[in-house]
């Protein structure tokens, strides 16, 4: 089996972005994978219990929300639990406005991945085409053997190496980038949804102060 710098020395010149990439790559794929298993694991449960003790004890339900900040639901259920006594359409477009605010930091690295997913097969193909040049360059009508076949020899490996090396790379990548999609598009459906229950606790928790005022005058 080819070893690993014997690897990246028949890959040729773009061997050497493609490591680059493949290293941003695992760097970016090690941070979303901590940032969502974080999510998944606590965010839910955390949610719910806000929502179910929020008209029974809402300085509570805001306490807790402050406790865990760090969840993009909750920064954005803060956004809107956090204003002077809005109206429920107030607090609707705060709601709105705080989930578009986070939206970069759940679609973080989206752009890293397409890159890297669109670029690496293209310096895979180039590898391949500076390869087959340097083999074709160094083929000599008649010759067997000699310095000129093993240049030859080099260069088709050094086609065919960049070539899977760029193929992996994408791959991989897009991969964990399908994978980090589906979260992000699950993350909104649930932020809809939970919005969408704390929302309608409000309206009914204004009306009854509104109607409250209205009897008291």
């Known amino acids: 089996m080819m070893e690993i710098d014997n690897f990246f020395t028949a890959g040729g010149i773009v061997a050497y972005p493609l490591l680059a990439f493949s290293i941003i790559a695992v760097a970016f794929i090690i941070e979303r994978l901590i ?4 999510i998944n694991r606590r965010q839910p449960r955390i949610i ?18 402050r406790n865990h900040a760090n969840l993009p639901m909750a920064r954005i259920f803060l956004e809107a639990l ?22 970069p930091t759940l679609k ?13 097969p293209l310096l895979g193909l180039l590898g391949t085409i500076l390869g087959l040049i340097t083999a074709f360059s160094n083929l000599q009508i008649g010759e067997v053997g000699g310095e000129g076949t093993t240049e ?10 960049s070539t899977v090396m760029g193929l992996v790379v994408a791959i991989v990548t897009l991969l964990f980038a399908n ?18 229950e704390l929302e309608l606790l409000y309206r009914r928790h204004y009306e009854k102060g509104e109607a409250k005022t209205y009897a008291n005058s």
């Open 35 to 38: 940032f969502w298993l974080r």
């Open 48 to 65: 719910r219990d806000v929502l179910r003790t929020y008209q029974q004890d809402t300085d509570y339900a805001v306490k807790k929300l």
């Open 82 to 103: 956090e204003l002077d006594n809005p109206t429920p359409e107030e607090f609707r477009i705060a709601l709105e406005s705080a989930t578009q605010a986070e939206i």
């Open 108 to 120: 973080r690295a989206s752009t890293v991945f397409e890159t890297i997913i669109s670029i690496s």
């Open 152 to 161: 030859v020899t080099g260069g088709i490996s050094e086609a065919l190496v």
């Open 179 to 196: 994978l980090f999609r589906g979260f992000y598009q699950r993350q909104l459906a649930l932020i809809q949804e939970y919005g969408g």
